[in-house]
Structures are given as C-alpha cells and as structure tokens.
C-alpha cells in the first residue's frame, strides 16, 4: 500500500501552470497524491482595477462558503475541494497581517480535517495561508516557490518575513527551494538548507506536438512567412512587455518580416498592445492549457522581458525550459539564474530597448544545435518528481 500525500501548492489554477501540481501529476509513481483544490482571488483577471477588486471578493467569499469534497480525480489524482478563507476579504479590515493569522487560524482547522479524513501519511506545503504548524504523525515538506521584493519592504518587515521562514523550516522534514540562488540565499540570510528543486516542462509533451496543428496556428493568425517572437505567460506589471514591444518595433526596421505575439492574459498591458497592434503586435489573451505547446512550437524566437528585482531574480522561469524543449532560442534580461545556467541558446541582454533590438537581430541568425537538445531533459517533470519524492521517501538529499 502506496503513502497517501496530499499537496497544497502555491496557487491552485487550472488555466497556467502550477509547479506543484505538474510535481503531484508525477508523484503517483511514489505516492496516492490528493491536491487541495481552491479559487483562488488573486488569479481573476479583469478589464479594471475596480473590476478585478469586485470579481476578487466575489471569488474570495464562494471559495470561503464551499464544502469538503474529494469525489474529482484527474491524472489520476485526487483533487479536494475545500472551503478557504482567503485575506483579501479581511485586510482592508483588520490589515494584511492580522488577515493572514486570522485566515491561516481557519484554514489550518480545516486543512487538519482533511489530513484526518483521507489518512494521509506526507504533505507538501507552499502556501502559508494554510498554517505551518508540525502535525504530529506525518511527513512535513515546505516548498519555496519564490522569492518576494524586498527591496521594497522595511527592515522590521524584512525580519520578521526570515523569522517565519525559520519557524517554517523548523518544522519541516525537509525544505525545497526553486532555484540554486534561492537555495543559498535563504541560508545565508535565514540559516535555512534548503534542497534546490527547480521549475521544469512536459518535455514529451512540448516536443510530441503535430507539425500540421502548428502550420495551422500560424495561417489562422496570420504569421505564414514570418519571423515570429513570442512572449508567452500570465502577463503582469512586473514582466516587461513595454521593453519587448519597443524592442520590436525598433527591430523591425532591420526584420520587416517579424511580428511580435504575446500569449497569454495580459491586461496590465491593454492599451499598449492595441496601439501597436497594426505594427505586428498581436495579443491572443488567454489560450486553453491543452493549446499552449502547439504555441512554443509556433514560434521562431521566446523571450523573457521580467524586470530584475529580488522577486525574479531568486525565481526560476517555466517559460525557458519550455522554450528550450520546443528548440527555440531566447532572449532575456540578464536574471541570476539564467546567468548562471549559461544555456547556449539564451542571450542575456540587459533591459534597454537598443540591447534587446540588437538580441533579437543576433537570435535570428543563431542555428539550432542538435546538442543543445539535452539542455531541457534534466527538467523534466518527471525527472524532478523522482528527485523530490526520493527526498520525501528519506532516499535523497536532506
């Protein structure tokens, strides 16, 4: 009889994806895994600010009023619906970090009903919302997806944020961390060993794509004959799509043939994109999850225009590991971690609209080659599932 885990990840959606989930898909090799299942308010999109803020309350307040159930598999998993009380509903209130106790209080109860309920012998926690408290009789592993923008918090903030983490890790089995620079930052700054776990791709999946669903993709949106630079992702304030739209237009002068697709919501960006759009910018907004490989595939050149702060500069981007598998070059700001991968195919450029219209001019004369193949394959999902659940098993790092 296989141990039962359940995991909590960060976020829970269905439409983008989610690194624990992708982890828990692959886990079932090891474990029977349940995922906590949520609607989550701060994934909403919306077309304002004041919209977005209602449509938030309102997701917030269902997901607070549901009931448990467990009856939904998929992949086979075992997802939980739970009833969550999220802050957004109460900080205006009684402030962010009364709401924060207030809601992981709540939430903890209900989380502890459920590890009760399905017997569960591991759990994976990435959100704090939930509690972190050690529950006697199972296997605690805390994942540290991403890092937060420090420099914008105070110093009293700043320590009471490493604090936390210290409790957290103390009562953890075992802690992971995205990327290797967050791995020795957070020793550094918090004494915390944390086991370096990165982000990774459906690499079969990216790779397995019909060629002909890819030559129709392009017709329908119009990019036969084209050089075709693709940002793809959740675009938020934070990701630069105004560098990478300048860069383009500066660009094309030189490649008249290029056009510039961005995939993926990208509301913040709205008005941006519609001015360009007869200069070959085209904005798909969001794309069915089961589309979004035939659109790697799609494109000639990826890039990533996140802006360089503590809060990308610890992560590690999905989107260039998927880039990658599909055999595309890239084009990013020079973040730590991907200036110290050193990937043949990724051209760092710092976060000027010249630099990047000279990498895109350098990226479109660059040649695949077949060695570069094996860069993506160590990030696998499933490669790392084995990793993270030898640990989880006591058979690997701690």
């Known amino acids: 009889m296989k141990p039962r885990l359940l995991v909590v990840p960060h976020i829970y959606a269905d439409d983008i994806t989610v690194r624990e ?6 886990l079932t090799r090891f474990f029977d895994v349940f995922v906590l299942k949520w609607r989550d308010a701060l994934h909403v999109d ?12 309102f997701v917030a307040t269902q997901a607070a009023l549901r009931t448990i159930d467990s009856s939904a598999t998929r992949n086979g998993v075992t997802l939980v619906k739970v009833p969550v009380l999220q802050p957004i509903l109460l900080r205006r209130f ?11 209080r709540r939430n903890a109860r209900t989380l502890r009903t459920v590890l009760r309920e399905l017997k569960i012998t591991h759990l994976l926690l990435a959100n704090e919302v939930f509690g972190v408290e050690r529950i006697s009789g199972i296997r605690m592993f805390h994942d540290v997806v991403d890092w ?3 420099e914008q918090v105070g110093a009293s903030q700043l320590q009471k944020i490493r604090e936390k983490l210290r409790s957290i ?3 953890a089995d075992a802690v992971f961390a995205v990327s290797q620079p967050l791995s020795e930052k957070l020793l550094a700054d918090c004494g915390i060993r944390a086991i370096p776990l990165p982000n990774g791709a459906d690499i079969s999946r990216l790779r ?6 890819v030559r129709v993709l392009r017709a329908n949106l119009g990019l036969e004959g084209k050089f075709v630079i693709g940002y793809i992702g959740n675009h938020g304030t934070y990701t630069g799509v105004d560098l ?10 030189i490649m008249p043939d290029s056009v510039l697709l961005i995939v993926g919501p990208a509301e913040p960006w709205r008005a941006l994109l519609d001015t360009h759009r007869k200069s070959g910018v085209i904005a798909t907004g969001s794309v069915p999850p089961e589309q979004i490989a035939t659109y790697f595939n799609a494109l000639d050149l990826g890039v990533l225009a996140q802006g360089i702060s503590a809060g990308t500069n610890f992560a590690f981007q999905i989107k260039v590991v998927e880039y990658t598998a599909c055999r595309k070059c890239v084009v990013s700001t020079p973040l730590a971690t991907w200036k110290r991968m050193a990937w043949p195919n990724v051209i760092l450029a710092e976060p000027t609209v010249e630099a990047w219209k000279e990498a895109f001019i350098q990226a479109r004369a660059m040649k695949w080659r077949p060695e570069w193949d094996r860069l993506a394959e160590a990030y696998d999902w499933a490669v790392l599932a084995e990793a993270m659940g030898g640990v989880m098993l006591g058979e690997g790092a701690t």
């Open 94 to 104: 009684i402030g962010a970090e009364n709401a924060l106790k207030l809601c992981s």
């Open 169 to 171: 890790a103390a009562n």
């Open 208 to 213: 397995s794509v019909d060629p002909v669903g």
């Open 148 to 150: 937060f923008p420090e």
């Open 244 to 253: 990478v739209v300048n860069a383009f237009l500066a660009a094309k002068a």
């Open 46 to 57: 919306a077309s304002s600010a004041t919209w977005r803020r209602l449509k938030q309350v």
């Open 21 to 26: 989930i992708e982890l828990a898909r692959r």
